[in-house]
Structure formats: C-alpha cells, structure tokens
C-alpha cells in the first residue's frame, strides 16, 4: 500500500502546482488509508507536506510575478489567526470519543474523517462548478469584496487548522470571483497562502504529537516533485479545464470515506 501511496504523493503535487488546490484534499486520506497514520496526526502531517510542497511551488509564480501579494495579505492574515486559535484551542476541546448512537461510537478520529469527507464533497462541487459557470467573473467590484476575502480567510484557517486542509478550493473562487485576480495570478496567490496557513498550523501544534519525521520528509519530497511536474504542466495545461475532472474524483473519494467510517 505504501508503493501507491508514494504515487499518491506524487499527484497530491501535481494537483497543487496543476490548480493551485485540491493537493490537502487527497494528503489526509493517502496518509489515513495508505500509509496506517490515525487520523488527527494525519492532520499534523499533511499541514508540513502541503505547506513545504506549497512554497516549493510558490517560487516558480513568484518568478513570473504571478503572485499578488496584498491580497495574499488581505486573505492569509485572518487565515493564520485562525488557524493558531483552532490548532491550539479548539482541537484539544474534542473529547477521545464524541458521542455515541446505539452501538456506534464516533471516536474523535472518525469525527475529524467525516468533516473531512464532507469537506471534500463541498470541494467537488465547487470544483465542478466553477468550470461551468463563469457568470460571476463579470460583476462589478464591490466595496465589500476585500472584506468579503478577509472573512473567508477565517474560514478557510478554521478548516485548515481543524482538518489540515489547505483551502485552495475555496481560496481561488474568492481571489477570482471577489478580487478579480486572474486565474494564473490566483493560483501563484493561493499557493503562497496555502504555505503559509499550513506551516503556522504545522509549528504551532508540532510540540504536541510524535512525529515521524522520516515518513513525513519522505512524502513531502515525492510531493515536491509533483508540484514541479504540475508546475511545468500548467504552461501547456490550462487548469481550469482540468478542475472538473479533479472535483468528481474528491467526490469519489468524499462519499468513500463516509461509506467506510460509518457503515463498514
């Protein structure tokens, strides 16, 4: 299993440096059913993959000036608050075992899979969705958008800290929709944010949890690779064309996920 997840990593980059997204979306699962982590250190781990995989993705759309960076500030600042007060306050308040239905009891691991699966769920949708409808790219700018951003920075650093997912998928459709950046300058903007939520997630809980430092480099540096194939894929690939397909594979995977945890 390990073999495939190794391959698995590879896409988790790809996604990234390819959209912009989607990559913390498969690093939870991958490290949960391919690689036997139980699932709140799979939210530690995936915090340093995605985040170093990220910034290595990063310097490429800085070197183009695709990377926007007041609005990196207007969106990441809100997202870092959150993400420490989630990461130091808010997990901890989970209890072992969070309630229980009869005979199934929904241990704070499954808890934490099953916001994820729904994460990912809302994530294809939306992922499916952008590529069909393109009508909001055409409204006026409003006063409120920047604040509109800053407000969702929150919520992507809630979920960021609470299940270590990057955000791309919700940061993207705010940067294009919101702010009016172009897709290619939303993608390098995302990426630079993506980073920096998930470092500041990763250090501020890493004292936390035991690390295992050796499968954790490893998977990182298989998903640097694929975020310099993405990278590279994107000069000849137009990512947006790619987005659908991406958004029913996580709703595969989002309704597997709820299928395994409560009914096998």
Do not use: C
Request: proline share 3%; charged share 10%.
């Amino acid at each position: 299993m390990e073999i495939i997840g190794y391959a698995a990593a590879v896409l988790i980059g790809v996604s990234l440096g390819l959209i912009g997204g989607g990559g913390s979306i498969l690093t939870v699962p991958v490290l949960v059913y391919l690689f036997g982590v139980e699932a709140f250190l799979a939210t530690e781990y995936s915090l340093f993959i995605v985040g170093i995989s990220s910034l290595a993705g990063s310097f490429s759309y800085l070197k183009k000036g695709l990377v926007n960076v007041k609005m990196a500030l207007i969106f990441g600042i809100p997202s870092v608050i959150s993400i420490f007060l989630t990461r130091i306050y808010l997990l901890p308040l989970i209890p072992d075992e969070v309630f229980q239905i009869q005979k199934f009891t929904v241990t704070k691991n499954t808890f934490l899979l099953l916001i994820f699966a729904g994460l990912m769920i809302l994530a294809s949708y939306k992922m499916i969705r952008i590529s069909t409808s393109k009508d909001s790219l055409h409204h006026t700018r409003h006063k409120n958008n920047a604040l509109l951003a800053a407000g969702q920075g929150s919520i992507v650093g809630i979920l960021t800290g609470l299940v270590g997912a990057g955000g791309g998928f919700m940061i993207i459709p705010a940067l294009v929709n919101l702010l009016k950046i172009p897709i290619k300058t939303a993608i390098g903007t995302s990426l630079v944010i993506i980073s920096v939520n998930s470092l500041i997630g990763f250090f501020s809980s890493v004292n936390h949890v035991k690390i295992e430092w050796k499968l954790l480099v490893s998977i990182t540096a298989i998903a640097i690779i694929g975020i310099v194939i993405g990278s590279q894929l994107s000069k000849k690939i137009e990512g947006e064309k790619l987005k659908p397909a991406f958004g029913w594979f996580i709703l595969v995977m989002g309704i597997y996920i709820i299928t395994k945890e409560i009914f096998l």
